[in-house]
């Protein structure tokens, strides 16, 4: 079963940079939309960032002009580039995507395991 898999988490200090890059595990016909996602600890999950099959992009009002969410499409691969990183913007960020394994199926939601930022002096 194709999963998402992520990397590129870690820890910085508070105006730091990260880049966090996510790709299939196996081998997919295609992926249409694709996104972040971060859950910090006694917090439900939300919305960071998402990019379309077709490039557009969303952010979560929080991270616009830190965040900035690109899309390699010959790699099915998605980044998330975040500046100026704050102690709250630590959580375990997820990707998601919607995932076509072949030509006969339907597309599905997908989920990688997660990586942990932690943004800390």
């Known amino acids: 079963q194709v999963q998402l898999v992520e990397s590129g988490g870690g820890l910085v200090q508070p105006g730091g940079s990260l880049r966090l890059s996510c790709a299939p595990s196996?081998?997919?016909?295609?992926?249409?939309?694709m996104g972040w996602y971060r859950q910090a600890p006694g917090n439900q999950r939300e919305l960071v960032a998402t990019?379309?099959?077709?490039?557009?992009?969303n952010y979560a009002d929080s991270v616009k002009d830190r965040f900035a969410i690109s899309r390699d499409y010959a790699k099915n691969t998605i980044y998330l580039q975040m500046n100026s990183l704050k102690p709250e913007d630590t959580a375990l960020y997820y990707c998601?995507?919607?995932?076509?394994?072949?030509?006969?199926?339907?597309?599905?939601?997908?989920w990688g395991q997660g990586t942990q930022v932690t943004v800390s002096s």
């Open positions: 998601t995507g919607d995932v076509r394994v072949d030509i006969f199926s339907s597309s599905r939601a997908t």
């Open positions: 196996g081998s997919i016909f295609r992926i249409y939309t």
């Open positions: 990019i379309t099959g077709y490039g557009m992009t």
